[in-house]
Nanobody, 120 residues
Framework: EVQLVESGGGLVQAGGSLRLSCAASGLTFDDYAIGWFRQAPGKAREGVSCVSSSAGSTYYADSVKGRFTISRDNAKNTVYLQMNSLKPEDAAVYYC?????????????WGKGTLVTVSS
């Protein structure tokens, strides 16, 4: 079965950095776009970033542009989200998701999430 496993979450101070990883299995990794989404308590799930299957295209929510960078290592079946200059409003459970194309709203496969906490 398809599995997406996030890691790298934790507690970081505002202004700090964190790198999330999404390890995929059960799918042909380089055929899939991988996106990152987040959900804070009491809020809807929000699309954060996405990278196309070829890594030729990347997308970022306006709220994270210039601070977050998405990348992929197809040899490792892993996508990363480098998060810099973290703000308290970045605190959320972060999920990675896979589909043939990036979507702001819906993806076919989802991980279980990793918690990012940002202290001020």
């Amino acid at each position: 079965e398809v599995q997406l496993v996030e890691s790298g979450g934790g507690l970081v101070q505002a202004g700090g950095s964190l790198r999330l990883s999404c390890a995929a299995s059960g799918l042909t990794f380089d055929d899939y776009a991988i996106g990152w989404f987040r959900q804070a308590p009491g809020k809807a799930r929000e699309g954060v970033s996405c990278v196309s299957s070829s890594a030729g295209s990347t997308y970022y929510a306006d709220s994270v542009k210039g601070r977050f960078t998405i990348s992929r290592d197809n040899a490792k079946n892993t996508v990363y989200l480098q998060m810099n200059s973290l703000k308290p409003e970045d605190a959320a459970v972060y999920y990675c998701a896979a589909d043939i194309k990036c979507s702001k709203f819906k993806m076919d496969y989802w991980g279980k999430g990793t918690l990012v906490t940002v202290s001020s």
